[in-house]
């Protein structure tokens, strides 16, 4: 079996519902990343770019507009690399992208695979209404569209109901469970903001993150750097009108954007002109009661360091998918770890969750910060809704 590497990483900047981005369509953000990752490895640019990628995986949680079903063939389309090359689409919501990446790594490890370009897009923006179809033509009743933004939609009667609460409803129930308090969330949102901000102003996306042409966004648009606890602890509850701790400003925005990954073996360094930055060492997935979605990365994590061979006290950084603060402090809780190790350079929370973006996002920011760090060991871990969770095990190789 081959070892699968990640040798770079690259990202838009993640735009707002409705803003920065909004006039910028999915398949074009995803092709923008695509083509820029391939661009930078020497040995993939110039003529014929890209003609030793052997595939493109993208993760996307809609697929019923723009995103057009198969995104990952349209973007290797549109970014003009060789028609030669295929492409495949993963939805497992939230966990799109890093799934891609791990469906990659397992190419690379049989060795059906030595270059790989995975990640993931979003525009919930550009998200489109559906309109379900009828048994017959023209009812004669009125018919209501559904947003395909975020959440359930269309929901089959034969589930039952407390499944199919609201994310927002599910981690009310979830904080309940674990007892996290409103001050806690909302200070943990307020150190997303803080370090999200502290890590653009340091420089340390820099090389992470590339400009969308025609767009005026220097960099994530839903952080707030002058955000308090004080301040978050005066919203109004999202979800609860009475008794209630989630708010907007404790949970992660509706975003848009996207993010690849350059995945490789060990052999793929010569042709592509590039050091590896990281190794997959494990990878792990979990699922439980769809209404505890946001719990489901504590064995997805757990799988994958016994996988690499490792436990809790090996690990140096984290990056956690921050949907919701609740679930995240939930999950950091039951692994018993030092919370100063997650999101270092701030979370979902300041930064946006664009759901088929977020997964390459964590991964390469996992990867670059462990560069940066020199530690040896990360986790990159997402929760998924309908309960699911997804983790990959990174091993710095740089060091």
Not at 7 to 16: C, E, L, N
Request: proline content about 5%.
């Amino acid at each position: 079996m081959n070892d699968a590497f990640v040798y770079d990483a690259i990202r838009t900047p993640f735009g707002r519902f409705g803003g920065a981005l909004a006039a910028t369509r999915p398949d074009d953000l995803a092709a923008l990343v695509v083509r820029a990752v391939v661009e930078r490895a020497p040995g993939l640019a110039g003529d014929g770019a890209g003609e030793h990628v052997d595939e493109v995986v993208f993760g996307n949680a809609n697929g019923a507009g723009e995103d057009n079903r198969n995104v990952a063939r349209m973007a290797t389309l549109l970014a003009g690399l060789p028609t030669t090359i295929p492409g495949t689409t993963v939805n497992r919501l939230c966990g799109s992208s890093l799934d891609a990446a791990m469906i990659a790594s397992r190419q690379i490890a049989t060795g059906e695979a030595d270059v790989v370009v995975v990640g993931g897009v979003e525009s919930m923006t550009r998200a489109p209404w559906v309109l379900p179809k009828t048994e017959k033509p023209y009812p004669a009743g009125d018919l209501a569209l559904a947003s395909t933004t975020l959440g359930w939609r269309l929901v089959n009667p034969a589930m039952p109901p407390e499944w199919t609460v609201s994310l927002g409803e599910a981690t009310e129930q979830l904080r309940e469970r674990f007892d996290i308090s409103r001050e806690r969330q909302d200070d943990f949102a307020a150190r997303s903001h803080r370090l999200a901000d502290e890590a653009w102003s340091s420089g340390f996306y820099d090389e992470l993150v590339v400009s969308v042409p025609g767009v005026d966004l220097a960099r994530d648009e839903s952080i707030r750097p002058d955000t308090t606890p004080e301040r978050l602890a005066g919203l109004r509850t999202s979800f609860r009108a009475e008794g209630g701790t989630v708010t907007a400003g404790n949970a992660s925005p509706l975003n848009d954007g996207a993010s690849a990954v350059l995945l490789g073996s060990a052999a793929a360094a010569d042709e592509l002109g590039l050091a590896p930055v990281a190794r997959i060492a494990g990878r792990g997935a979990s699922a439980l009661d769809p209404q505890f979605f946001g719990y489901a990365p504590v064995e997805a994590a757990n799988q994958a360091l016994s996988r690499a061979g490792i436990t809790w006290g090996d690990v140096a950084t984290v990056e956690l998918n921050e949907a919701f603060a609740a679930q995240s402090l939930a999950c950091i809780d039951a692994w018993d770890i030092d919370p100063e190790i997650v999101n270092r350079h701030g979370g979902a929370i300041a930064i946006g969750h664009p759901l088929g973006a977020s997964g390459g996002r964590i991964l390469g920011t996992l990867a670059r910060s462990l560069q940066r760090s020199g530690d040896r060991w990360g986790v990159a871990c997402i929760c998924i809704g309908v309960g699911q969770g997804l983790a990959v095990v990174l091993e710095n190789v740089t060091a």
